[in-house]
């Protein structure tokens, strides 16, 4: 960020000409609640026209498969246009993490999610981790608690499968024995303990136990290697976006565009028959969905928070872009950092060190839903305890259906276009 001396308030070009025509009127003339025609507005540069999205996109709303895996670009760590351009801050030592409580939350698309709540040791705030799919478990949730009783570990969400009434356990164990199964239970046992909406488990025949909930209060295993690298985004926080309908971004529509992805059927096994993918397809709201972990960070506004975000969207509207705005207000272009975001991967088992290595021998790493290159270095943390292997670029509905959806408007055209141009985002296809 600029030194700007103490008291200055730092000034630069306003993009947009001053509107030469409000000089020698009255008031009452001025109509200051008029805006120049759009063809004198500053418009965005064609660099962000819907031209640019590749035709096969995955995203496209027709003719998608049920089964269509968002197109993704392997990550060569750490790649050279990411490295030579200003490093993104890294943090000496990841902050601490624990996840406080969980719920399963039904959505209104038909699909369930476990929103867990964060806290830390950095900050006040409740970030947040939306887990979609039965894999991915928060450690710091399932550890025991001194002095709690199994009621309690319900109340704050560390239980497998889903709560019913008259459950009296959070524990594999236990509800083992209620069920009158006497070894451990197969894997997909557990599975079905994990299906949405299941009632009690009924007894399960005797199999091999795949060994994941053999350490009772500490159940995190890992991801199944047959689902691939699984998919993070890491989200800021955006009111006006997500909540209040804002066309200024796309963040609300990023959100959306995360759960849509993380919802979709776990792929089908190549060797599976093509007469059961096709009928697997026609039931498709029945397949297990491959999962992932929207972490959701309260870094309003970029870091800013919303009352200066507010300020930065009237400079935006006297003719700065997102980036001068933030300057202007003293804060940096981006005041973000991701060290909660990797602290939350790994209580989530997300880290190289739990995903262990593929057939090959490969560290395992994570599919990252972005077009920042800030965030892919990053969230990889001081000592890359998670690995970036995949990037799933996220590309404007607008631009994918031809204009038929997604959020449009002068407004978000600019702010795509500075992301671009200043940010150095990935959005070129
Ligand atoms: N200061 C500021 N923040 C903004 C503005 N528009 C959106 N934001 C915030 O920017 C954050 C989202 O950042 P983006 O730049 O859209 O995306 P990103 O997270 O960097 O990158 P992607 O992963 O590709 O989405 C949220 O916290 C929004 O509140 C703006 O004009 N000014």
């Given at each position: 960020m600029p030194d700007y001396p103490a008291h200055a308030s730092p000034a630069f070009p306003a993009a947009a000409p001053p509107r030469p025509e409000l000089r020698d009127r009255t008031v009452s003339e001025l109509r200051l609640n008029d805006r120049p025609p759009l063809q004198q507005q500053e418009v965005a540069p064609p660099l962000v026209s819907p031209a640019v999205t590749p035709p096969d996109s995955p995203f496209h709303a027709g003719g998608q498969r049920p089964d269509r895996q968002p197109r993704s670009i392997p990550v060569s760590s750490p790649s050279p246009s990411e490295t030579e351009e200003e490093p993104p801050t890294l943090l000496q030592r990841l902050p601490k993490v624990w996840c406080e409580v969980r719920a399963r939350i039904p959505t209104t698309t038909g699909q369930e999610m476990f929103l867990h709540l964060y806290h830390n040791d950095v900050d006040e705030k409740e970030h947040l981790a939306i887990v979609f799919g039965p894999h991915i478990r928060s450690r710091s949730l399932d550890a025991p608690r001194p002095g709690e009783t199994e009621r309690d570990r319900m109340i704050r969400g560390a239980y497998v499968g889903t709560l019913f009434p008259g459950r009296t356990s959070s524990r594999v164990e236990q509800i083992r024995k209620d069920a009158g199964v006497s070894s451990r239970p197969s894997a997909g046992y557990l599975s079905a303990l994990n299906a949405p909406g299941h009632g009690p488990p009924s007894p399960a025949p005797s199999e091999q136990a795949d060994g994941r909930e053999e350490e009772e209060g500490d159940i995190a295993g890992s991801y199944p290697l047959e689902l691939g690298p699984p998919m993070v985004r890491i989200h800021s926080e955006c009111y006006t976006g997500e909540t209040v309908w804002s066309a200024r971004c796309d963040c609300g529509e990023q959100l959306d565009e995360a759960a849509r992805l993380m919802s979709l059927p776990a792929p089908t096994p190549a060797s599976t028959p093509s007469n059961e993918v096709s009928e697997l397809h026609a039931n498709s709201e029945r397949l297990p969905s491959c999962g992932g972990v929207i972490v959701y960070l309260r870094q309003e506004g970029r870091g800013i928070g919303l009352g200066e975000k507010l300020k930065a969207y009237n400079l935006q509207d006297l003719g700065h872009d997102t980036m001068e705005a933030n300057l202007l207000l003293r804060h940096p272009g981006d005041a973000r950092s991701y060290g909660l975001a990797t602290a939350?991967?790994?209580?989530?088992?997300?880290?190289?060190?739990?995903?262990?290595?593929?057939?090959?021998?490969?560290?395992?790493?994570?599919?990252?839903?972005?077009?920042?290159?800030?965030?892919?270095?990053?969230?990889?943390?001081?000592?890359r305890e998670v690995k970036v292997i995949e990037r799933v670029p996220m590309v404007p509905l607008h631009w994918t259906t031809?204009?038929?959806?997604g959020v449009h408007g002068p407004e978000v055209e600019r702010y795509l276009a500075t992301k671009i141009e200043k940010f150095k985002h990935m959005l070129s296809g």
């Open positions: 939350m991967l790994l209580d989530l088992g997300l880290d190289r060190k739990t995903l262990g290595q593929d057939h090959l021998g490969q560290d395992r790493g994570i599919k990252l839903l972005t077009n920042n290159p800030d965030k892919v270095r990053a969230v990889e943390g001081p000592n031809g204009g038929e959806k």
